[in-house]
């Protein structure tokens, strides 16, 4: 069973940066794929960014966040980073860190992050104007 635990968020005036870490247990790269999604009140989920090939580098980014966000994986300690910067209030949302297995094909797909089998409990960024 994979288990993920977010952590990193915060509040940050907008133009900012933030690094959310996801600590991933029961997982494992060849089986699984790794990704976040946000939520803000009152609105749908939106993917982020997902990490769908750990040994290729293989990411792909909402496009909302390209160019401002940059995800990274530490395969030694199985750490999912989400790097953030120039932050907007827009940004505001609870971020959730997602897993799910390959053989559901949905790992090269950003905007299927929030359909992922797993997910942690999120963490909250805010980001004031």
């Known amino acids: 069973q994979v288990k993920l635990v977010e952590s990193g968020g915060g509040s940050v005036q907008a133009g900012g940066s933030l690094r959310l870490s996801c600590v991933a247990s029961?997982?494992?790269?060849?089986?699984?794929?790794l990704g976040w999604f946000r939520q803000a009140p009152g609105k749908e989920s939106e993917g982020v960014a997902v990490f769908y090939n750990v040994n290729e580098g293989g990411t792909e980014y909402g496009e909302s966040v390209k160019g401002r966000f940059s995800i990274s994986h530490d395969s030694a300690e199985n750490i999912l980073y989400l790097n953030m910067s120039s932050l907007k209030p827009e940004d505001n949302a609870t971020y959730y860190c997602?897993?799910?297995?390959?053989?559901?094909?949905?790992?090269?797909?950003?905007?299927?992050?929030?359909?992922?089998?797993?997910r942690g409990q999120g963490t909250q960024v805010t980001v004031s104007s």
């Open positions: 997602a897993a799910d297995l390959r053989m559901r094909g949905r790992c090269a797909h950003v905007l299927k992050v929030a359909d992922f089998d797993f």
């Open positions: 029961g997982y494992n790269y060849r089986r699984y794929c």
